[in-house]
């Protein structure tokens, strides 16, 4: 059986005291921030359930995040809108998204543990894990509060622009919402970045990403 507890201990045992994990949610989808998240739990916690956010449902991943915002030593999130990603790309603003979740901390840690395989620049020690949130406690902790943190998110811009579907597909590009696009076109949330080749594809003009 997994023990997600496994890194945190061994840095235990390596003598760092104070570990965060950090994690996104939201690099693939065609309009809406990406969100990132950074947690710090009580060494040992026992959490039923933790696991990496997307192989959770999503009541379930609710009801964890209450579980851990209850719990969390500490935990922040943070958001880089579609102005920012389309700026800076998607890569880079993820980056100061988990920049921000953690200067956000009001514990601050020793390390953190970072979920894929770059690490923002940070003020403290940082470890990337590739398919961290499946194999640190930290890391799931910050999985599930990134992905709820968005979901709700996009959930209340659908009250702004209902015509999309962002309530369903959290603005993920699904068949729905390409077809939303061919009807409505681009709304504001939408990163033009991301459209560009589909509207090439399409041969649509420039025009069509406002």
């Not at 901390?105 to 590739?130: C, F, K, Q, W, Y």
Request: glycine share 8%; aromatic share 6%.
């Amino acid at each position: 059986m997994r023990d997600l507890w496994e890194y945190e201990n061994k840095l235990d045992l390596a003598g760092t005291r104070c570990i965060c994990g950090v994690d996104e949610a939201g690099r693939g989808p065609l309009a809406g921030p990406v969100c990132a998240a950074a947690v710090i739990l009580p060494r040992g916690l026992e959490i039923p359930g933790l696991d990496d956010s997307k192989k959770l449902t999503d009541q379930r991943r609710r009801t964890l995040y209450d579980v851990i915002t209850e719990a969390a030593e500490a935990w922040s999130v943070a958001l880089a809108d579609e102005r920012v990603i389309d700026e800076i790309n998607i890569l880079q603003a993820t980056l100061r998204a988990m920049q921000e979740a953690v200067a956000g901390l009001t514990v601050r840690p020793d390390l953190a543990l970072i979920d894929g395989n770059r690490e923002p620049a940070l003020p403290m020690e940082a470890v990337s894990i590739v398919g961290g949130d499946g194999r640190s406690a930290s890391i799931a902790a910050a999985s599930i509060l990134a992905k709820v943190t968005r979901d709700r998110l996009m959930e209340e811009l659908d009250g702004q622009y209902p015509q999309y579907g962002f309530a369903v597909h959290k603005g993920y590009p699904t068949r729905r919402h390409y077809a939303a696009l061919d009807e409505f076109g681009p709304c504001p949330l939408h990163r033009r970045s991301f459209l560009k080749k589909y509207y090439e594809k399409k041969n649509e003009p420039a025009g069509s990403l406002g």
